[in-house]
């Protein structure tokens, strides 16, 4: 018996079909497409909660055990898990882009080649960055940290948590692949099933067995092995006991990748995966300049961007959805049905952001609470958060931007807006209220640091939402999408 969306309660669809219907009944958005993207959107969103949940409950359990110290080590150590998330993420947004364009006008063939070949390119970048986690993590957290207890805490998580990078990211191939072929329902079980083990694991090795940081990383590793095994099972046999069926199938015929199926992997999916990186990269010089700020600020910083992250879930479903709904009508060559859809996934997402925002900018010291129970330092966590609440905002803008973008091929100008909201604006911005005398070596905390660590956190998401935008109302996506349909070449 394979359990489906329509055998349990759904208070998350029902939430989302709430805020479409609203803007259907005002004409911002057509009901048929909110029903849909809703349908496709809310299995990735609950995904992304569960995911993101259990990113904050590391957060959380190691502050709890050890104190502020351990919550900026694992701080400091995630940009780098971030790396193959970053990378995973580009390559498998060429995947969801190439699926749903196959699967809708093109073959099963062709379905199976973009899988497999996205599979090999991502695991060749991906297992040598985690030989490098593995072999030199202190070297690495240095880089970016300057408290002795909150490197060493870094370092034994990063060295471990490396074992599950080429896993984590191999994971998002399989859960783009199936969102592509109309399925967010099953990547929504097995990645959230996946959450659930990594969670309770880490409170088993970390509170009974007393394990620390490592046990944590430990957690980590095991969820993703998990994951990966069932998606590989799943693809191969085309059904998974309770999930139930496949909607597509890969095959390991000879030859399971091609030249041109690499080039429009990687044409499509580097600047995408250039994009991440430059958001995960940005991570590192940000926290290297909040370090300068003392441990307190540095964990009231990580606990913010936990927070954000977990209000910026919507973004899962709702750019995914997009890419999806978007890719599919542009495989049969409805470039304005495509269009509609981009336009109002773009609005319903942005609204779904400004209603959760809201409810947690309201609750925003008791959320600090959840992470921090020092009454030094809860302040301080709670302003941090709201000010989250606002960045959040802008990401559910440049996210339902970038779903037509990623499903068309046109995949530059999210990255140009993410190299100037986070290189050109917030970074400067940052360092800036770091140091009084701007010369090396003499950096010093001024009254007004804190308040540019707030800006700073509102640029990095409003710039790229700007520059994202911008590109997708222009329309140009439309024609660069007919290179990559199914039957057509670049030439084309």
């Known amino acids: 018996m394979a359990f489906r969306p329509e055998s349990i309660p759904n208070p998350i ?12 009944r005002v004409g911002v958005v057509d009901r048929r497409r909110a029903e849909r993207t809703t349908d496709l959107a809310w299995p990735r969103i609950v995904t992304g909660i569960a995911r993101m949940s259990k990113s904050a409950a590391d957060v959380a359990m190691v ?43 093109g073959t099963a063939r062709g379905v199976s080649l973009a899988v497999t070949t996205s599979a090999v390119v991502v695991a060749t970048v991906t297992v040598p960055l985690a030989a490098l986690y593995w072999t030199a993590p202190d070297l690495l957290i240095r880089l970016v940290g300057d408290d002795a207890a909150s490197i060493a805490f870094g370092a034994d998580y990063l060295r471990v948590v490396a074992l599950g990078v080429p896993f984590a990211a191999l994971n998002l191939i399989g859960s783009r ?9 099953t990547p929504m079980m097995l990645r959230a099933g996946g959450a659930v083990v990594n969670v309770a694991l880490n409170a088993v090795l970390i509170f009974v067995l007393e394990m620390g940081v490592v046990g944590a990383a430990i957690g980590t590793v095991v969820a993703n092995v998990v994951v990966l095994a069932a998606f590989v099972v799943g693809f191969t046999r085309g059904r998974l006991p309770l999930i139930g069926a496949f909607p ?4 390991l015929a000879w030859p399971p990748i091609t030249v041109g199926e690499v080039r429009d992997v990687v044409s499509i999916g580097t600047p995408l995966a250039l994009t991440n990186v430059a958001r995960r990269g940005a991570q ?18 990580v606990v913010a961007r936990r927070v954000r992250d977990l209000m910026d879930t919507p973004g899962w479903g709702f750019s995914l959805a997009s890419s ?3 890719g599919q ?4 060559g409805d470039e304005r049905d495509a269009d509609s859809y981009g336009r109002e996934v773009l609005w319903f997402g942005t609204s779904v952001y400004l209603v959760s925002g809201a409810l947690v900018f309201v609750f925003a010291e008791q959320v600090g609470r959840v992470f921090v129970d020092d009454p030094s330092i809860l302040p301080l966590v709670t302003t941090f958060i709201a000010v989250a609440c606002v960045s959040v905002v802008f990401r559910g803008v440049s996210g339902g931007a970038t779903g037509p973008l990623r499903a068309s091929g046109d995949t530059r100008w999210p990255f140009y807006g993410q190299v100037l909201g986070l290189y050109v604006a917030a970074l400067p911005v940052a360092l800036a209220g770091a140091i009084s005398i701007p010369l090396p070596g003499l950096a010093s905390v001024t009254p007004l640091g804190i308040e540019a660590l707030y800006a700073a956190l509102i640029l990095e998401t409003l710039v790229p939402a700007v520059v994202t935008y911008h590109r997708f109302a222009s329309g140009h996506w439309k024609a660069i999408s007919r290179s990559y349909r199914p039957g057509s070449s670049a030439s084309d």
């Open 324 to 326: 999806s709904l978007v």
């Open 177 to 185: 692949t199936l969102v592509g072929a109309d399925d967010a329902w």
């Open 63 to 105: 502050g709890v055990a050890l104190g502020p110290a351990a919550i900026g080590g694992v701080g400091l150590a995630t940009p780098y898990w971030g790396l193959a998330f970053a990378v995973g993420g580009g390559i498998a947004g060429a995947t969801i882009g190439l699926v749903s364009q196959r699967y809708s006008g």
């Open 13 to 24: 669809r029902w939430l989302l079909l709430a805020v479409g219907v609203l803007l259907a």
């Open 248 to 251: 597509v199938t890969v095959s």
């Open 284 to 301: 590192f010089p940000m926290l290297a300049i909040v370090a300068l700020f003392g441990p307190n600020v540095l964990a009231a910083y």
């Open 329 to 332: 009508e542009l495989g049969t």
